[in-house]
């Protein structure tokens, strides 16, 4: 009774993380779709590279395209951390939101 107990905790809590995972934002100008990566820079010239974006961010901006770099953006993403395939931890950043500010 005690494993199935442990086993169920454990299953509700994964799937429960993936929803309550933490999301951090920044505004950056678009760079472009450079080696695979969304590359973004902020105001102080700090890049960050985003291995992934929703399909939500796809359907409203094309970002392999150039049409939008230069431009402005309000970015909320995730991090994630991940095995490669020497099993060394490897940081993985999704966007789930793109924003033009007004």
């Given at each position: ?27 950056g100008t678009?760079?472009?779709y450079i ?68």
């Amino acid at each position: 009774m005690k494993s199935i107990l442990i086993v169920l905790f454990v299953a509700i809590s994964s799937l429960t993380t993936t929803y309550g995972q933490d999301t951090d934002k920044m505004s950056g100008t678009y760079e472009g779709y450079i080696d695979g990566m969304y590359v973004f820079t902020d105001k102080d010239g700090y890049k960050a590279e985003f291995t992934n974006v929703t399909n939500d961010v796809s359907a409203k901006y094309d970002l392999t395209s150039q049409k939008f770099v230069s431009m402005q953006f309000i970015i909320t993403f995730t991090v994630d951390t991940e095995l490669d395939e020497e099993d060394e931890d490897i940081q993985v950043s999704t966007i789930i939101d793109l924003v033009m500010p007004e």
